[in-house]
């Protein structure tokens, strides 16, 4: 590494970004695991610091100088993670992102800079990432308490009526006991729209922020403020509400750009996302896209046991509607789960994989979105995943697995069957190989 190169495990995030967890505390970037934490090892409230004090604390400045010598940090465990399976993290998305802007040129001059700054920024947060809550109006099973107040209320049920839950959503719940006080929320909109002349790009996340009123009032004040005019707004969205209210406020903005998660299509896309209509969904596509070229639609389908198997249905999807549409403002990435790990798609028996790598070479030869380096992108991951699918895989993720999906569909009046029959062939051979049966 030269002396001006970036360290292996260097992230521009904590010289560029501002973010929050959904319970009002300072994150180095949406991603990160867990809070940003002080010598005494407390979470930081923004409630309690000015934006000022949190941009150039001692925890921020220690996190920097960590990256510029190539520490590795406990915040970034889930980009390391990826970057360990031969996957193209966040992370590193982030500095080749900024290289193009930059240029090559540019962009070691820069870290020549941040190193003689030491861990010091000199500029203020041009990108503030912001999760308000958990208010959603869906019930996905992929989903933690955490990030769903439905979701929670639906686990905590579940346990009032002495029902045993995986030890992954107990440990959530117990996480969350005490994330019930909003109070926090207007301050930290307040203190976004003191600085927003200086805020390029704005990412909102959730819960769900179209149905959270927050959101409405953070936007609403951007707005008034002329600000919204010169911010590159993102959004991690259901895709569930494309009101006329928001759509108008959307057009304000110097770009949008829409993460809509979708992990299948039809009555498969129902399961998994409990509450979801596929019929309304690509209603709201269409009226999204009705906001013309300001708006780029990223479809974002997180990779799990649920889905694997059907991922092709909604690829094909994709590639037939990337193909009758304004192909410039659509794209897809792949997201793959991690947690919890009886969820993982890696617990894919491996008599699957050349079935699914047949698809995907179907898909190659089909669609030209496939044939572009995201569409190549996008396979390539699939079928890395796919190599680290388990030849024997631990009986407690089956176990945990088998449990869970039982539970959820007692609970939620459904059975896999009937709407994923694909993913049901999956379940039959992982339910022998731990001797279950119907």
């Known amino acids: 590494m ?10 521009p995030a904590p010289w560029t970004t501002l973010a929050s967890s959904n319970d009002g505390h300072v994150q180095i970037c949406c991603r990160a695991l867990k809070p940003l934490r002080d010598d005494e090892g407390n979470q930081i409230p923004f409630l309690s610091h000015s934006l000022d004090s949190i941009w150039n604390s001692d925890a921020y400045q220690q996190v920097r100088q ?12 889930r980009c390391y993670q990826e970057e360990d399976r031969g996957l193209l993290s966040r992370r590193q998305r982030s500095i080749a992102n900024n290289q193009r802007e930059m240029g090559d040129g540019g962009f070691v001059d820069w ?9 010091i920024a000199d500029s203020c947060p041009s990108h503030v990432e912001v999760r308000l809550g958990s208010r959603c109006n869906l019930r996905c099973r992929i989903c933690a308490p955490e990030f769903s107040h439905l979701i929670r209320k639906e686990m905590e049920s579940l346990l009032d009526k002495g029902c045993k839950l995986p030890g992954f959503y107990s440990e959530n719940l117990q996480l969350i006991k005490d994330r019930d006080d909003s109070t926090w929320q207007k301050d930290y909109i307040d203190k976004i729209l003191s600085t927003s002349s200086t805020i390029r790009s704005l990412y909102l996340a959730g819960g769900e922020p179209f149905v959270t009123p927050s959101y409405q ?10 600000d919204s005019h010169h911010i590159k707004l993102t959004i991690n969205t259901n895709g569930t509400v494309a009101t006329a209210n928001w759509l108008t406020r959307l057009a304000q903005f110097e770009s949008v750009e829409l993460y809509i998660s979708l992990d299948s299509v039809g009555r498969a896309l129902e399961y998994q996302r409990t509450g979801v209509n596929w019929q309304d969904i690509q209603v709201n ?15 974002f ?46 617990l894919l028996p491996q008599e699957f994989v ?6 995907l070479e179907h898909l190659a030869n089909t669609f030209s979105y496939f044939n572009q380096i995201e569409g190549k992108a996008t396979l390539d991951k699939i079928r890395t995943v ?30 896999l069957a009937d709407y994923c029959p694909q993913t049901a062939r999956v379940f039959s051979v992982l339910k022998n190989s731990i001797g279950c049966c119907e």
């Open 2 to 11: 030269s002396e001006d190169s970036p360290s292996s495990s260097f992230c």
């Open 66 to 77: 960590a990256m510029l010598i190539g520490q590795r940090l406990p915040y970034c465990t």
């Open 111 to 119: 870290i020549s800079h941040l190193k003689l700054n030491k861990g």
């Open 217 to 226: 009032g953070l936007i609403d004040g951007l707005i008034q403020s002329r």
């Open 285 to 299: 596509l269409e009226k999204f896209l009705e906001l013309g070229e300001r708006v780029h639609i990223k479809i």
């Open 301 to 346: 389908p997180t990779l799990s046991i649920y889905n694997i198997l059907e991922i092709a249905d909604l690829l094909s999807w994709f590639g037939e509607f990337h193909h009758t549409h304004c192909e410039n403002v659509l794209s897809l990435q792949i997201n793959i789960l991690h947690t919890p790990k009886f969820l993982q798609a890696t």
């Open 354 to 359: 050349p079935e699914i790598e047949q698809q």
């Open 386 to 415: 796919l190599s680290q699918c388990e030849s024997r895989v631990p009986n407690q993720n089956l176990n945990d697995l088998w449990d869970y999906t039982q539970l959820m569909d007692k609970q939620y009046n459904q059975k």
